[in-house]
Nanobody, 115 residues
Framework: QVQLVESGGGLVQAGGSLRLSCGVSGSTSRINTMGWYRQAPGNQRELVAIVARTGTTNYVDSVKGRFTISRNNAKNTVYLQMNGLKPEDTAVYYC?????????WGQGTQVTVSS
């Protein structure tokens, strides 16, 4: 059984920073892509950033230059450093991991950016 546990969300003023972390536990023999998605009220869940096992990254255009995704394969952990936060970044952020070709999700962590 694979579990993803996120931490690091919260309330921050516009222009501020937050760092999200997500640890993967359980059967983690082969973690492929890891990443972060987000869902704002009334919106569909959208991809924020992903990182391959090799370290290759991809970002949604709206966060490029502000967010940085990274991973520690030895610790089965993925991070999202969010700088220059904007009110439109407010959402529930979900950790994602593909483990042995099966998708898993965390429970979500709220990020709220006040103007």
């Amino acid at each position: 059984q694979v579990q993803l546990v996120e931490s690091g969300g919260g309330l921050v003023q516009a222009g501020g920073s937050l760092r999200l972390s997500c640890g993967v536990s359980g059967s983690t023999s082969r973690i492929n892509t890891m990443g972060w998605y987000r869902q704002a009220p009334g919106n569909q869940r959208e991809l924020v950033a992903i990182v391959a096992r090799t370290g290759t990254t991809n970002y949604v255009d709206s966060v490029k230059g502000r967010f940085t995704i990274s991973r520690n394969n030895a610790k089965n952990t993925v991070y999202l450093q969010m700088n220059g936060l904007k009110p439109e970044d407010t959402a529930v952020y979900y950790c994602y991991a593909n483990v042995f070709f099966t998708d898993y999700w965390g429970q979500g962590t709220q990020v709220t950016v006040s103007s």
